[in-house]
């Protein structure tokens, strides 16, 4: 199982491999008018080849702010970027703009969340997958389209040879994923960092492209980081899942351990507010009260605390004063090797409230 928890050096999974990517304390903080904005304050989490990790939190909570930083695209000198992130061994934070050009496409690349935006409308889907196998291979252009052609067969796009001269608005919202994808794993990367894959996409597309990323990462091997918001997408293609809230990861575990015997209050709230297709709708879902913070005035303390029904519970004032730290969730019933929480509640109590109060209301 791998390890997950905020360690500065993340050890090795349980597979026996090295982790491929390790992310240890990253904070992406940004300069604006209004104050500094702390989008990621203090990520950690590594991922090895063959393995899924699903990112998930609510709208703000810096996840797609965590992974344009892996993949070295915040360029603005208002970022500050502080951390480590390290791809096979190679630490990318602080490295040249250049050398981290060379790696994207090559090494790692990305499923971006909107293909229609991140596809130039003026350039043909096949001009694009070309240029970006042609940047990291010396081949001609006749062997280049040969090959991007191969790539849009193999991610299912029907009559790729006359497809591959269409511009983006000339495909559905679920073939441009498809050509997005294609472009992604064009050279083969060693890490595929899907961001929302599956957004805006009727439910029978969801599938198939949930499906194509599996397929895919079977075939090269890749580390994925799939970073959504749905937890069936997370449930059906995760290995191990990383909750964040407010710029930081407050729970990190196996997706058994996520799912089955959560630790933390706001991934109880995370999983309250799913829909069940399994049982009569009888009862109501159960938003999380509250609004996320704003990135610019995080509640001191717990971030979460203004929003937790169980803060109450707490001797003392440490929820609102003492940021919690990701602690492993302990020996006790039913834990997990790996498995952490960020709360300030005993690991014992949280079992309890889980086991007692919280899961017979999902059930």
């Known amino acids: 199982m791998n390890s997950l928890l905020a360690d500065p050096t ?81 630490e990318l934070v602080g490295a040249e703009q250049d050398d981290v050009r060379r790696l994207r496409g090559q090494k790692m690349a990305m499923i971006f969340q909107d293909p229609l935006s991140a596809m130039h409308p003026f350039y043909t889907v096949g001009n694009q997958i070309i240029e970006a196998y042609r940047i990291h291979n010396r081949v001609s252009k006749k062997a280049a389209r040969a090959h991007a052609i191969d790539m849009l067969d193999r991610v299912g796009i029907p009559e790729p040879k006359s497809r591959i001269d269409a511009y983006p608005h000339q495909f559905s919202g679920g073939m441009r994923q498809r050509a997005m994808i294609a472009m992604a794993l064009s050279c083969d990367p060693s890490l595929l960092i899907a961001d929302e894959p599956t957004t805006a996409l009727d439910v029978t597309v969801q599938a198939q492209i949930l499906d194509l990323i599996r397929d895919l990462q079977q075939e090269f091997d890749s580390a994925v980081v799939l970073i959504t918001h749905d937890l069936g997408v997370v449930a ?33 709230g995370l999983l309250g507010s799913m829909p069940r297709f399994d049982r009569p709708p009888t009862e109501r879902l159960l938003p999380i009260k509250g609004t996320p913070p704003s990135l610019i005035r995080v509640p001191s303390g717990c971030a979460f605390h203004p929003r937790c029904e169980f803060s109450g519970r707490v001797r003392g004032d440490a929820c609102t004063t003492e940021r919690p730290e ?14 952490g929480a960020a709360c300030h509640l005993p690991t014992a109590e949280r079992q309890q409230v889980w086991a007692q109060e919280i899961s017979p209301r999902l059930a």
Do not use: C
């Open 10 to 90: 993340p050890a090795p999974t349980g597979g026996g491999r090295a982790p491929y990517l390790e992310v240890s304390d990253l904070r992406v903080h940004f300069e604006t008018d209004d104050g500094l904005v702390k989008s990621v304050d203090g990520l950690s989490y590594s991922v090895e080849r063959g393995r899924t990790l699903g990112i998930v939190g609510e709208s703000g909570s810096g996840k797609s702010v965590s992974s344009m930083a892996v993949m070295g695209l915040h360029t603005s000198r208002s970022a500050r970027i502080t951390g480590s992130i390290r791809l096979d061994g190679q």
């Open 236 to 268: 059906e293609l995760a290995d191990d899942i990383v909750v964040m809230y407010a710029g930081r990861g407050i729970e990190q575990g196996s997706a058994e351990a996520i799912f089955n015997a959560p630790e933390h209050p706001y991934t109880w």
């Open 326 to 339: 990701l602690l492993p969730a302990g020996s006790g019933t039913g834990a997990h090797v790996g498995h």
